[in-house]
């Protein structure tokens, strides 16, 4: 099995993890039907000691994921999550963090476990451990929410029905608020301990019209007087598109703002509260951010498995590179005690498809995520997207129609997949949640 085609299907299924040793995340993984166990004490850091490897539950963002490096990549994998405890696929670990990719009993790749960074064992001048203020993602992102309450997420019938801001917060994983001291004191440590190469700061969105603008450009300046790491803020719009330019003059680098969907309908039921700021303001906000930033310097979450149809993603990622942002798209994440926790992941095949044809238009574009200065795009981790951005791996259709419409006719790499996919009933638009079945899983949980 091909790198890409490997990465994806992992991302798709997620991974167990068999034969762990102690303190990796996988230590006590549920049996294929159980639901997912705990997580160790020591699985993310700072909570009963340094962990032997990473690994994130809950919080803003991508989470149930294992850090591992995979032929050379490094990828986030999904291990904390109901459709992972059934994987096909498990890698058996040595007490070194190191094994074998495997699937139905043949080897597939060599695997191995991102470890703990060194920074995790520390704790700030007024007695907070490091992991409670930054994380590491991938294998050199510092990350941080630094606000970990949201005004969507407080109130459940206009929460993201996918996101778990709050359980890390709830469980004592994290704080509040972060400040911009402890904040450039962690980012300082995990540079000179562990090597860091960039900071990724996001935010869950308060009442104030900046939408967490504010606090973000001063945790920037905060990590910049102490260590000189590239910035990415990620926030809603924000009401007055002149805090871009304040944002970057604290030492912002790059910006992340995330439709996450695009269908009104889909983020109507996904995102009701987020839904409330429409798709034609966030494109007025990237307007405005490239203007600042640069052409590649601004991005934005899609997320497949929502139930945007494949033609929506691609059309809204062409509209996007056209204009210079960068669309990370990455497979849905059912995270344990949200609203879509049942809702399953999108196949490995309809990744690749879209990747196919997504990639080779941001090589073309000039978007490359190595040139992206800070943040996920750059990191890539939980994506298969970067893979693909090299010229030639699929040849893009020369016009939108023939692009986002696979028919008979058409014959690139890329088309074929979405065909196939279609024959096999991967494309079909996925159902959104309904606004009750939000509701009745917000009380179940």
Request: glycine residues 10%.
């Amino acid at each position: 099995m091909d790198t890409q085609t490997l990465i994806t299907e992992l991302q798709s299924f997620g991974l167990r993890l068999a034969e762990a040793p102690e303190g990796a995340p996988g230590a006590d993984a549920a049996a294929p039907g159980e639901p997912a166990p705990p997580a160790p004490p020591t699985s993310e850091g700072g909570e009963g000691g340094r962990a032997a490897w990473t690994s994130r539950r809950g919080g803003a963002g991508p989470t149930q994921h294992v850090a591992a490096t995979l032929r050379g990549a490094t990828v986030m994998i999904p291990i904390h999550t109901d459709q992972a405890a059934a994987s096909p696929f498990v890698a058996r670990i040595g007490r070194d963090g190191a094994g074998t990719v495997e699937r139905d009993g043949d080897e597939l790749a060599p695997i191995a476990l991102v470890k703990a960074p060194r920074f995790y064992a520390l704790s700030t001048k007024d007695g907070i451990p490091y992991p409670k203020i930054a994380l590491l993602h991938g294998a050199d992102v510092l990350a941080s929410t630094v606000l970990q309450t949201c005004i969507r997420y407080s109130e459940r019938d206009k929460a993201c029905t996918f996101c778990a801001i709050g359980q890390s917060l709830a469980a004592g994983r994290t704080t509040a608020k972060k400040t911009p001291e402890q904040l450039g004191e962690v980012a300082e440590a995990a540079a000179r301990l562990d090597g860091v190469r960039h900071v990724t700061l996001t935010t869950g969105t308060p009442r104030s019209p900046d939408r967490g603008a504010a606090h973000l450009a001063d945790c920037a300046r905060g990590i910049k007087a102490r260590v000189d790491l590239p910035v990415q803020a990620q926030c809603e719009p924000p009401d007055d598109f002149a805090w871009f330019e304040r944002m970057r003059a604290a030492g912002v680098d790059s910006l992340g703002m995330h439709l996450e969907a695009v269908e009104d309908e889909v983020r109507a039921a996904a995102m009701p509260g987020k839904a409330e700021v429409s798709v034609a303001r966030y494109f007025e906000a990237f307007e405005a951010a490239v203007r600042v930033f640069g052409r590649g310097q601004v991005s934005t979450y899609l997320i497949a498995g929502l139930g945007d149809s494949p033609s929506s993603l691609l059309d809204a990622s062409e509209r996007l590179i056209a204009m210079g942002v960068y669309p990370f798209l990455v497979p849905l994440v059912p995270i344990p005690g949200t609203p879509a926790a049942d809702r399953a992941p999108p196949s490995g095949e309809l990744m690749r498809a879209l990747y196919a044809h997504i990639g080779p238009l941001l090589a073309r574009a000039g978007l490359r995520s190595t040139d992206v200065k800070a943040g996920c795009a750059r990191c890539g981790a939980c994506s298969g997207l970067s893979g693909f951005e090299a010229e030639g791996r699929a040849a893009a259709p020369p016009d939108s129609g023939a692009a986002w419409t696979p028919t008979s006719e058409s014959s690139d790499d890329a088309s074929v997949q979405l065909r196939a996919c279609a024959d096999a009933g991967h494309v079909s638009r996925v159902p959104p949640l309904a606004p009750g079945h939000l509701l009745r899983r917000a009380r179940a949980v």
